[in-house]
């Protein structure tokens, strides 16, 4: 079987199967799905002031070319907590604890599986 090479942030190279074995063989689809809500929740108990919060929340003011809207990270996320279930998710994330218990359901969820 041949091995593909993917780069990383860093600018070297590592093979799926390194890949695979650095994310202890999940699915890879269900380790970002669960990684992004981990964020958003960090994200979300950051001060206004923090410029990570900052850019993550800059609405552009230039118009959207036409056709149909790109979806955007942000969405990406709402979609995957409907999916879950979860309401009220910017209040829940101020709660740790209970974040936590979420992104933990996220691990296992099966809407998020693909």
Known sequence: MAQH????????????????????NENIVRYIKYKRLSWLGHVE???NERVTKTICKWKPYATRLKGRP???WEDDVRNDLRKMGVNNWKQRTQERKQWKEIIEQAKTHKELWS
């Open 45 to 47: 108990i950051m001060t």
């Open 5 to 24: 090479r993917r780069q990383t942030e860093s600018g070297d190279s590592k093979t799926n199967e390194e890949l695979e074995k650095a994310i202890n």
């Open 70 to 72: 790109r979806v955007r």
